[in-house]
């Protein structure tokens, strides 16, 4: 169990219930099965799947709500089209990405911003995740799943800041106000 807790799936779990315990509403998301998660990687031509992306599928892959909004990520919207534009924009910029074809692509953004794991290391439990845009170099941004999942987490407090700002000069609660707990 500590070997669980300390792994990549860990600290994948411990930043969700951190965002939980700040206040997201942990009904707001729902998780894929390994089965779907399984289907997402062949249709990507990808045989394994890191732990900590496993983890984070399990948790958000069905329906990130706050997490990635205005962005595609998850098991029903990251597809083989996703991974053919992610392609060719790599393709187009300059990159030191290793195994493009094996590449295992997380999310998509507006149609010229992709999040994606380099193929050649997909071995790891908890690898880089690069960010690449049109008309800009690729890079490595985050040091791993794990620290890419931290970062991209919505910020609980901000959100319920700006939502209490509404209500006191008379605004309309927005929708995504259902998905902060005490909202």
Known sequence: MTNQLNGASGRVRAIFDGVVSAGLRRGSVVGASDGEIDRFA???GVVRVPAAVREVLRIIGGQPGLWFAG???GVHVVDAGTKRAATATVDNVPHDIRDIPGMLV????QGYAY?????AVLDQDDPPVWDVSEGEEARQAWSSVSAWFAASAPNIPELY???QLKREIGRP????AADIEDS
């Open 106 to 109: 997380l999310s998509a953004h």
């Open 161 to 163: 800041e700006m939502l």
């Open 71 to 73: 962005t595609h990520f």
């Open 42 to 44: 062949a249709e990507q």
């Open 115 to 119: 999040q994606m794991i380099d193929g």
């Open 173 to 176: 609660v927005p929708s995504w």
